[in-house]
């Protein structure tokens, strides 16, 4: 899915058509999954962005968790990466893009992965981000098409990074946009890791199509509807103070268009329908597990440190790929 004429134009190439692609790009997923074998599973993604704050080191920190983020919402283990790296050569210092590769190379080491390559070109505005390669059991790969009705729904991040980032460029709220910087270059590899102990049906990482427009490629994929509790959801320090003012991303109104099967209860305040709508970079995973399960994982991870996670919402069987805000 998408706004926008780009994916109209990718829909128009023949699919390619193999055995052992276990994911390929006719579903929405985070990512391509290849069998090797009957124990092994290629994973694939890649993804790079301009900046979107401006510490180069952190930048490249958060590209690199973004990157990696892919990997985690398939259930997978990262092991290498290959940096893709447009920096205009002459106009900004080396030292500012030593700082990107250095942000980055310190997010793929803590990821236990390592970084064996890449490519960099000449371009008027920087950009950055990793193609990266992991593995998993060809049986437990999770992909966002198998959410089941009664499934609770646990999100494992707070929301409003796209909004606080327009607070960045106006200079307000510093403290939200402090707390969107951390939570962006945050790894979900405790969040993946944790979860696997439980029995996940789907999982998707929430990025630039906002919550409600990952919460639909899950519905719409796994032929259910969904049911998200507003007053539950996680938000980033300020997020509703600055959605309130207006400080709201474009691509936040693009979400709102494409998806017209989206329900607000009157109740919804508009501020709190443009965090449900917001673009979202390296956001958390949202996990699909059996209703009895969900209270359990959310304690889980904030047993392991994750202090914004909760159940957002169930799955129900009625209709396909309806979702409702209440
Ligand atoms: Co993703
Ligand atoms: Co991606
Ligand atoms: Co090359």
């Not at 999100?155 to 707390?179: H, M, Q, W």
């Not at 207006?246 to 936040?252: D, E």
Request: aromatic letters at 6%.
């Amino acid at each position: 899915m998408g706004p926008g004429d780009l994916a109209g134009i990718l829909r128009q190439l023949p699919v390619m058509h193999n055995p052992n692609v276990l994911v390929g790009i006719t579903t929405s997923d985070d990512a391509g999954v290849y069998k090797l074998n009957e124990t092994t599973a290629l994973v694939q993604t890649v993804d790079f962005f301009t900046p979107i704050v401006d510490d180069p080191y952190l930048f490249g920190q958060i590209a690199a968790a973004n990157s990696l983020s892919d990997i985690y919402a398939m259930g997978a283990m990262p092991l290498t990466a290959l940096n893709l790296v447009a920096f205009p050569q002459g106009k900004l210092a080396g030292e500012v893009l030593l700082a990107i590769l250095q942000g980055g190379r310190d997010k793929v080491a803590e990821a236990g992965a390592v970084i064996i390559g890449g490519h960099t070109i000449d371009d008027d505005e920087p950009k950055y981000g990793l193609a990266v390669t992991g593995i998993t059991h060809p049986n437990k790969v999770w992909t966002n098409a198998g959410a089941q009705p009664g499934d609770a729904l646990v999100l494992t991040k707070a929301l409003g990074t796209g909004i606080l980032a327009s607070a960045d460029r106006a200079s307000l709220f510093p403290e939200g946009v402090a707390a969107a910087a951390a939570s962006m270059a945050a790894l979900n590899a405790v969040a993946a890791q944790i979860a696997s102990d439980f029995s996940v049906h789907a999982c998707t990482d929430i990025t630039g199509f906002g919550l409600l427009g990952h919460v639909f490629e899950m519905a719409a994929g796994s032929n259910v509807s969904i049911v998200i509790n507003s007053q539950a959801l996680p938000l980033l320090p300020d997020a509703a103070e600055a959605a309130a003012m207006g400080l709201v991303p474009a691509g936040a109104y693009a979400n709102r268009n494409y998806l017209q099967t989206v329900t607000f209860a009157d109740s919804v305040k508009e501020n709190i329908r443009d965090i449900c709508f917001d673009p979202q970079t390296s956001g958390g995973l949202l996990f699909a597990v059996p209703g009895h399960q969900g209270e359990a994982l959310a304690v889980a991870l904030a047993n392991a440190g994750l202090v914004d996670v909760n159940v957002i919402g169930q799955v129900t069987a009625q209709g396909e790929g309806d979702i409702y805000v209440r």
